[in-house]
């Protein structure tokens, strides 16, 4: 079949019924329907073309066709014109995210401020560390008790009525954007919650919402399935499904039993989904993470994780976000092998991600001292798409995932498996001469894999420093967590703190009282926010203050130099095994960054910086110094330098 001249012919009959559905609203409006005609027709062919892939041999596939046109029709007649002149501004400016002046911040709304409101009184603060970028981690209706950080959704347009109503949601989200901040929610889109209204339909055994989530009667095909699944979270339920003696159905629930896997492969499900995304979206919300990507789709005989179908149904969400919500942009949270991680970023998919890759080498390299892996892996792997960009961070809310990819390990006769569990010793503490004091996260003992726990200060040592207080620890600990964080300050893309990270937090084993935390490790490093804490952040004398004013000025000095924007990294290998390096350039500004990853000093020679061809006169934007390549470089324990060009 001609799909191109199939879709024209679609949208040519589909479009007639759609002005007179809505034509009252056309009287009033024709420059802004026209609009919506436009970026219709633009984008139309691409969505059919996806949804005939996944829903073309459904038997009333034109009608789910037309509903969904209704519905994009319906949330653009809503969405309020402040959103509409952004989404044409944003039209212009595609490349917003990649300016230097880019900086994500991310917290839960009740651990960081009690409710919204307590956030929109944070704002100062988000401005004074130069935020442009604000993830409010989830936080609409959920589960008392175990809801996995609010992950497991019963209502995406009812906000958790102990932090707040959408009434004041929608007005931090504008708040937010008048001070320059643009807000990031999470759509949760692979699972509900079982206390969604759909799942609680389901539940009292109406089949029309159990075809909305994967449900069977026996094990069967839950055990023909698991041959071939990986166990997300071991340490909560075997395997993927749950078995609900009131329904009599075994429940596919890739992460916790209360999260229930939507079924994509029914095409009610998507146009349900398509409505609660264009609902975020006109409340404000300019980013969507879209959480546990890899998971959408399932096939038997695969691990349904990262399948084709996955990529389709993300690209036809994006493509009704650029009709009828076009402002929006995707984040993609795929924590898998970073081969598929790349998968997931393009403009017609998700025009940003994490950067997992980048995170979990960062601490493989503050444990082994050893910058090559790192190094390779990026020379490798971190140029992507030039109009996307990745989130680098070295803390999230997650755990940390050993997501390397062993091929890369084993070109440089590193044993993948081997070194997981290195990691994973080193980074519990167990490993003799580790500074590092984090948590076993869903260790499993058939497989011995296990991931890690633990906060940013606790993991690079300060916490054990703090205990056994010896001041050169902590010295070191602190430099740890700058070096890592100048790292994501500079590599290119948007770095993303975890709030709490910038004035040292500590871990929290306080989660250990809680019964619906106490089974989950990574509570303990997602305590409440210590004002008293962040209180000292000026005051220099305190750890807080050390780290707060280091931390600023390098967020400064991003914003000042535009050479930390924009696309362009070339990733150096230095002599140095403890060394990891970069150029960074924009137009005529070049910035020559070197960090060195161990507690020795290290020297290079001028010559080797002279070999790289970028000139013999260089200023350390982060010291100061004037740097010439007549001399040697002299770098200190855990030192950094950020070496702009000057001739
Ligand atoms: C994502 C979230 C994680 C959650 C899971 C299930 O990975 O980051 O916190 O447990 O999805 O929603
Ligand atoms: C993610 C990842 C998994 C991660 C989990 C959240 O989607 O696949 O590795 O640990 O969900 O904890």
Same mark, same amino acid.
């Given at each position: 079949?001609d799909?191109?001249?199939?879709?024209?012919r679609?949208l040519?009959?589909?479009?007639?019924?759609?002005?007179?559905?809505?034509?009252?609203y056309?009287?009033?409006?024709?420059?802004?329907?026209?609009k919506?005609e436009?970026r219709?027709?633009?984008n139309f062919?691409d969505?059919?073309?996806?949804?005939?892939?996944?829903?073309?041999t459904?038997?009333?596939?034109?009608?789910?066709?037309?509903?969904l046109?209704?519905v994009?029709?319906?949330?653009w007649?809503?969405r309020?014109?402040e959103?509409?002149?952004?989404?044409?501004?944003?039209?212009?400016?595609?490349?917003?995210f990649?300016?230097?002046?880019?900086?994500?911040?991310?917290?839960y709304?009740?651990?960081f401020?009690?409710?919204l409101?307590?956030?929109?009184?944070?704002i100062?603060y988000?401005k004074?560390?130069?935020?442009?970028?604000?993830?409010l981690m989830?936080?609409?209706?959920?589960p008392?008790?175990e809801?996995?950080?609010?992950?497991a959704?019963s209502?995406y347009?009812?906000?958790?009525p102990?932090?707040?109503s959408?009434?004041?949601?929608?007005?931090?989200?504008?708040?937010?954007r008048?001070?320059?901040i643009?807000l990031?929610?999470?759509?949760?889109f692979n699972?509900?919650s079982?206390?969604h209204e759909?799942?609680?339909?389901?539940?009292?055994?109406d089949?029309?919402?159990?075809?909305?989530y994967?449900m069977f #009667?026996?094990r069967?095909?839950?055990d023909a399935y698991e041959? +071939?699944?990986r $166990?997300?979270? =071991? /340490?909560? @339920?075997?395997?993927?499904?749950t078995?609900?003696?009131?329904?009599?159905k075994?429940?596919?629930?890739?992460?916790?039993?209360?999260?229930?896997?939507?079924?994509?492969s029914n095409p009610v499900?998507?146009n349900?989904?398509?409505e609660?995304?264009?609902?975020?979206a006109?409340?404000g919300?300019?980013?969507?993470?879209? #959480?546990?990507?890899?998971?959408?789709w399932?096939q038997m005989? +695969?691990?349904c $994780?990262?399948? =084709? /179908?996955? @990529?389709?149904?993300?690209q036809?969400?994006?493509?009704i976000?650029?009709?009828?919500a076009?402002?929006?942009i995707f984040?993609?949270?795929?924590?898998?092998?970073p081969d598929?991680?790349?998968?997931?970023?393009?403009?017609?998919?998700?025009q940003i991600?994490y950067?997992?890759l980048?995170?979990?080498?960062?601490?493989?390299t503050l444990a082994?001292?050893?910058?090559?892996?790192?190094t390779?892996?990026?020379?490798?792997?971190?140029?992507?798409h030039p109009?996307c960009?990745?989130?680098n961070?070295?803390?999230c809310?997650d755990?940390?995932g050993w997501?390397f990819?062993?091929?890369?390990?084993?070109q440089l006769?590193?044993?993948?498996?081997?070194?997981?569990?290195?990691?994973?010793?080193f980074y519990t503490?167990?490993?003799?001469?580790?500074?590092a004091?984090g948590?076993p996260?869903?260790?499993?003992p058939?497989?011995g894999?296990?991931?890690?726990?633990?906060?940013?200060?606790s993991l690079a040592g300060?916490?054990?420093?703090?205990?056994e207080?010896?001041?050169?620890e902590?010295?070191l600990?602190?430099?740890?967590?700058?070096?890592?964080?100048s790292v994501?300050?500079?590599?290119?893309?948007?770095?993303?703190?975890?709030?709490g990270?910038?004035?040292?937090?500590?871990?929290d084993y306080?989660?250990?009282?809680?019964?619906?935390k106490?089974?989950?490790?990574r509570w303990?490093?997602r305590p409440?926010?210590d004002?008293?804490?962040?209180?000292?952040?000026f005051?220099?004398?305190t750890?807080e203050?050390?780290?707060?004013?280091r931390?600023r000025?390098?967020?400064e000095?991003?914003k000042?130099?535009s050479?930390f924007g924009?696309?362009e990294?070339e990733?150096?290998?230095?002599?140095?095994?403890?060394?990891f390096?970069?150029v960074?350039?924009?137009?005529?500004e070049?910035?020559?960054?070197?960090f060195?990853?161990s507690e020795?000093?290290?020297i290079?020679?001028?010559?080797?910086?002279?070999l790289h061809?970028l000139?013999y006169h260089?200023v350390?934007l982060?010291?100061?110094q004037?740097?010439?390549?007549?001399?040697?470089l002299m770098?200190?324990?855990?030192q950094?330098?950020w070496?702009?060009v000057?001739s």
């Open positions: 079949m799909l191109s001249r199939e879709a024209k679609t040519d009959r589909l479009q007639p019924r759609l002005r007179t559905r809505f034509a009252d056309i009287a009033g409006h024709s420059e802004d329907w026209q919506f436009s219709l027709s633009r062919e969505l059919f073309r996806i949804l005939h892939h996944l829903y073309g459904h038997y009333d596939f034109f009608y789910h066709i037309e509903e046109l209704e994009l029709a319906v949330y007649t809503q309020n014109p959103l509409k002149l952004l989404d044409a501004d944003r039209e212009n400016h595609p490349d917003w990649q300016s230097n002046q880019m900086l994500g911040g991310v917290c709304v009740d651990l401020a009690g409710n409101k307590g956030i929109q009184q944070k100062p988000f004074e560390l130069g935020l442009t970028y604000l993830h989830p936080l609409f209706r959920c008392e008790g809801n996995d950080g609010g992950y959704i209502s347009r009812e906000v958790n102990a932090i707040g959408m009434g004041e949601l929608s007005e931090l989200a504008q708040q937010l008048k001070e320059g643009s990031v929610l999470d759509f949760v699972h509900t079982n206390e759909w799942a609680l339909k389901a539940r009292a055994g089949p029309e919402y159990q075809a909305y994967y #009667d026996d069967t095909m839950p041959r +071939t699944l $166990e997300i979270f =071991p /340490e909560e @339920h075997p395997g993927a499904f078995y609900f003696p009131d329904m009599g075994w429940v596919w629930t890739t992460f916790h039993s209360n999260q229930w896997d939507l079924n994509y499900v998507f349900r989904m398509a609660e995304m264009l609902f975020l006109n409340a919300v300019e980013v969507l993470r879209l #959480d546990a990507v890899a998971f959408l399932k005989g +695969t691990n $994780e990262n399948l =084709p /179908e996955a @990529h389709l149904l993300i036809a969400f994006n493509s976000a650029r009709i009828s076009p402002s929006l984040k993609s949270e795929a924590i898998v092998h598929e991680v790349v998968r997931y970023i393009h403009p017609k998919e998700c991600s950067n997992p980048l995170m979990a080498l960062l601490w493989n082994t001292r050893q910058t090559d892996l790192l390779f892996s990026m020379q490798e792997r971190f140029k992507i109009d960009a990745w989130v961070y070295v803390r809310h755990d940390i997501t990819s062993d091929e890369d390990a084993a006769g590193i044993n993948g498996f081997d070194h997981r569990r290195f990691l994973n010793d503490g167990k490993f003799p001469g580790s500074f004091r948590l996260f869903q260790e499993n058939r497989t894999d296990a991931r890690i726990s633990g906060t940013c200060a300060l916490e054990k420093a703090i205990y207080e010896t001041e050169r902590v010295e600990a602190l430099r740890r967590i700058i070096l890592i964080h994501i300050l500079s590599i290119g893309g948007i770095p993303l703190i975890y709030l990270d910038e004035v040292a937090t500590l871990n306080r989660y250990r009282e809680d019964l619906a106490v089974r989950d490790s303990v490093h409440f926010a004002w008293e804490k962040y209180n000292r952040r005051d220099e004398t750890l203050g050390k780290l707060y004013t931390l000025k390098l967020i000095l991003r000042a130099i050479a924009g696309a990294t990733i150096l290998s230095l002599r140095s095994k403890h060394l390096s970069y960074r350039q924009k137009r005529n070049r910035v020559l960054a070197i060195n990853f020795q000093p290290q290079i020679d001028g010559n080797e910086i002279r061809g000139g260089f350390d982060v010291s100061s004037p740097y010439s390549t007549i001399n040697a770098l200190e324990p855990y950094f330098v070496l702009k000057v």
